[in-house]
């Protein structure tokens, strides 16, 4: 699998820390694109950055990050194609994944511990998408960009 992960310099910390939790994958290839020490940057275009690489298909999903997560999350979301889920919990992560097939993580640096992003990063991982009811709803959320 591979993974774009992206982040502003709030998160900068945090997403170092999900690095090191998404190396422990031996099957997963991750490809960091910024930024990469804590200068100010601007988060939309973190998150254009990693979402273009899901939608293109040069990555299978996005973990972006910022000082709250919601700024990335927004701007994640206006792009294509993009179901990016904000998660501050374990089972919110577990949900993304099993009713709305997130393809994007959204965590913030300033308001998530490290220890909780470790375990909402691998939960979200291992969750698969659960199909069913959820494919109809989720093919309706993805028929609201056409509109």
Same mark, same amino acid.
């Given at each position: 699998?591979? %993974?774009?992960?992206?982040? $502003? ?17 031996? $099957?997963?290839?991750?490809? $960091? ?23 293109? *298909? &040069? ?5 972006? #990050?910022?000082?709250?997560?919601? *700024?990335?999350? %927004? ?6 194609? %993009? /179901?990016? &889920? ?6 919110? &992560? /577990?949900?993304? +994944? =099993?009713?709305? $097939?997130?393809?994007?993580? &959204? ?8 220890? #909780?992003?470790? =375990? %909402?990063?691998? !939960?979200? #991982?291992? !969750? =698969?998408? *659960?199909?069913? +009811?959820? =494919? /109809? +709803? ?10």
């Amino acid at each position: 699998m591979k %993974i774009t992960i992206g982040s $502003d310099h709030g998160a900068f910390e945090l997403k170092e820390s999900v690095k090191k939790v998404l190396a422990t994958y031996e $099957d997963i290839e991750v490809k $960091d694109v910024g930024t990469y020490d804590t200068t100010s940057v601007d988060y939309p275009d973190i998150a254009e950055k990693v979402c273009d690489d899901v939608v293109s *298909g &040069a990555a299978d999903k996005g973990i972006v #990050l910022c000082g709250t997560g919601i *700024g990335i999350s %927004i701007a994640a979301n206006k792009i294509k194609g %993009i /179901r990016c &889920a904000l998660c501050s919990d374990v089972y919110s &992560a /577990r949900m993304s +994944r =099993e009713h709305n $097939d997130a393809n994007v993580l &959204a965590l913030g640096g300033r308001v998530t511990g490290i220890g #909780l992003a470790e =375990e %909402i990063v691998r !939960t979200w #991982l291992a !969750t =698969e998408f *659960g199909g069913d +009811r959820h =494919e /109809r +709803r989720v093919n309706k959320i993805m028929a609201l960009e056409n509109k």
